[in-house]
Structure formats: C-alpha cells, structure tokens
C-alpha cells in the first residue's frame, strides 16, 4: 500500500515538527557520512521525501544546492515559509517517489534519504523507487540511506513499513552500486521510544540502465 499525499498532508497540517515521530533535531549521522565523499559541499543533493528536516538547513549553510521532494504539499510549503528570505539554491519537487519523474532535474551528485523508503511496502512501488535513484544520479553519485533497520519498529505514523539491512539495499541498487560505509543507530524519538535505524552509504560506480 502507497502512502497518500492526503495521508501525509494530514499529518504535517495536524502535528508540530517537534511532535513528529521522526523529527530529529541532530542530523550529525547522516553528516557524518556526508563526510566521507569528496568534494561533497560541491554536490546538488536530492532529499527524497524531505518533508520538514532541519537537514535543509543544515546543507544550505554550507551553500549546497538542493531539491527537495516530498509527496506532502503541506510539507513542503511550510520548509518554503520556513526558507523565506534565506539564500540558497533550492527546487521543490511535489511527487510521489515511487513513480517516474518527469520533471528537470538537475545533476544529483548525492541523494539522501532519511526515514522515507522504509514507508513503501508495494514491491512495484520499491522497484520504481530505486529506479528512480539509478535514474536520477549520476555516476560518481552517492546515495545516503537511514531507514527502519530488520529490528526496528514494524509500523510508524500508523503505517506498516519495510525494514532494511545494508545488504538488502545493495541488491536493490545493483551492481553499479557500491557499499561504501554503514552503521546501526538507535534514534530515540520526541517520546522517548527507541527505533533501530540503518545508515549506509553507497557510490555509484558507472551507467547503469
């Protein structure tokens, strides 16, 4: 089952970002893996499923272009309201990620996303995620995932979800794919609950279809 927009409209319009289940106030995990490719404040970086990170911000102090995708209208213009007046270089895509993007995108050099895939469960609409990652990045890319590890929680936002390992990750990206760095990481939620994540860090190594 795909989660709706109207779903995820509801929860941006209704809830506080402080009162998210993922909200997460340290984004220094996913910076610690952002660290280890070169050059990677000179990337165009793709948050799939961006909704109200404060990873955003984060990225554009250090003057980092960004689209940022989510399937929630609501949660995008509130990061618009949010950015009002900030410089930075930043395209906001309202889509569904597991479905073909048609828009114009720039040359992602790095794709992130956090707590987003795991919420796809339909294996057509896993398929067309990843096809979208293969698609979208160039080669030389890297592509940063944290999601629901195999021991994390099986629901979150009253949805089921689809739990990770790095090694399934792998398989899904393919061969031009390649492990580069991963973690296991407890995240401890706004009420205090923990949740098993899975950090991994992958380069795409050459063309792939």
């Known amino acids: 089952m795909r989660p709706s927009s109207g779903h995820w409209d509801t929860v941006f319009s209704t809830t506080k970002d402080t009162e998210l289940g993922w909200y997460e106030k340290d984004v220094s995990k996913t910076l610690k893996l952002l660290a280890k490719i070169p050059g990677w404040k000179r990337s165009t970086v793709f948050i799939a499923g961006a909704g109200t990170s404060l990873l955003i911000e984060e990225l554009l102090s250090r003057e980092m272009a960004l689209v940022l995708n989510d399937i929630s209208s609501k949660a995008l213009a509130r990061v618009k309201r949010r ?96 492990l580069v760095s991963q973690f296991d990481h407890v995240y401890i939620n706004p009420y205090g609950e923990p949740k098993p994540y899975i950090y991994a860090l992958f380069k795409k190594l050459g063309r792939q279809k």
Do not use: M
Not at 109 to 125: C, Q, Y
Not at 133 to 151: D, I, M
């Open 83 to 178: 950015l009002k007046g900030k410089p930075g270089t930043v395209h906001c895509l309202c889509h569904d990620i597991s479905q073909p993007i048609k828009d114009v995108i720039p040359d992602i050099g790095i794709w992130v996303d956090r707590a987003v895939l795991h919420f796809l469960t339909d294996k057509a609409d896993i398929l067309g995620y990843f096809k979208n990652v293969r698609a979208l990045l160039k080669p030389g890319g890297y592509a940063l995932f944290a999601e629901f590890s195999k021991t994390g929680a099986e629901k979150c936002a009253g949805l089921p979800v689809h739990r990770y390992s790095a090694e399934e990750l792998s398989k899904r990206l393919g061969p031009s794919f390649r």
